[in-house]
């Protein structure tokens, strides 16, 4: 046994080193499976935003389009069946129909408030006896096919509503879901169709120029 004493510290530093290295992969292995998984999740996850904001993009497209349509679309301005009926009843008409679009579409609102005839709107400016006009502001919550389909209905609707601003966001714990503020103004005739054509003619209120969406 003698002879192999020498061989002690050789064997026992090749035992070290073993366990050494036993030690290591079972500290390394289990972290570089890890550091794998999310690269992998991460390079998942960047492929998904990248599809969310490409759908982002053609929602956007779209709703530049149909606002440039509504732009240039001639529109009546929505006028009341009775006379005498109060700008409160011609704002809650058009409102109400808003409200109907919104939920028919399945979108949710968070907020919404309204201010009634904006010094800057050219109606309110040159006709502000003939015409009632409101903003209403709105957040809300949707995904990007329900969103679509509600600019779409407010392009279809037989009267003319302007669209002041949109702008849309995905909600950051699920970006299938847009958090948008949209801003709508609402237009009415005072008075109806016949009775106003002659109150602007009495009045000489010259036709203001629908502002630019």
């Keep these: ?90 704002f809650f008409t058009l409102y109400n129909d808003v409200i109907e679009m919104v939920h028919a579409n399945s979108v949710k609102i968070k907020s919404i408030d309204y201010a009634s005839n904006p010094e800057s709107d050219e109606f309110v400016r040159f006709g502000k006896d003939v015409y009632f006009v409101c903003d209403v502001n709105m957040e809300i919550v949707s995904n990007y096919i329900n969103l679509g389909k509600l600019i779409q209905d407010i392009y279809q609707y037989p009267y003319y509503i302007r669209i002041n601003g949109l702008s849309v966001r995905p909600y950051e714990k699920d970006k299938r879901i847009l958090l948008s503020s949209l801003s709508l103004r609402l237009y009415a005739h005072t008075a109806p169709e016949e009775q106003s054509s002659t109150v602007e003619e009495e009045t000489s209120v010259p036709a203001p120029k629908v502002p630019a969406g």
């Design 1 to 90: 046994m003698e002879k192999y004493r020498r061989y002690y510290g050789v064997i026992a530093l090749v035992v070290a080193i073993a366990v050494l290295i036993l030690g290591s992969y079972k500290i390394i292995f289990p972290k570089v499976n890890e550091l794998t998984t999310l690269t992998s999740n991460i390079t998942k996850k960047e492929k998904e935003l990248k599809d969310l904001e490409s759908k982002l993009n053609i929602v956007k497209n779209k709703i530049k389009k149909i606002k440039d349509s509504i732009t240039g679309s001639q529109k009546k301005i929505y006028y009341p069946v009775e006379s005498d009926l109060g700008n409160d009843t011609l």
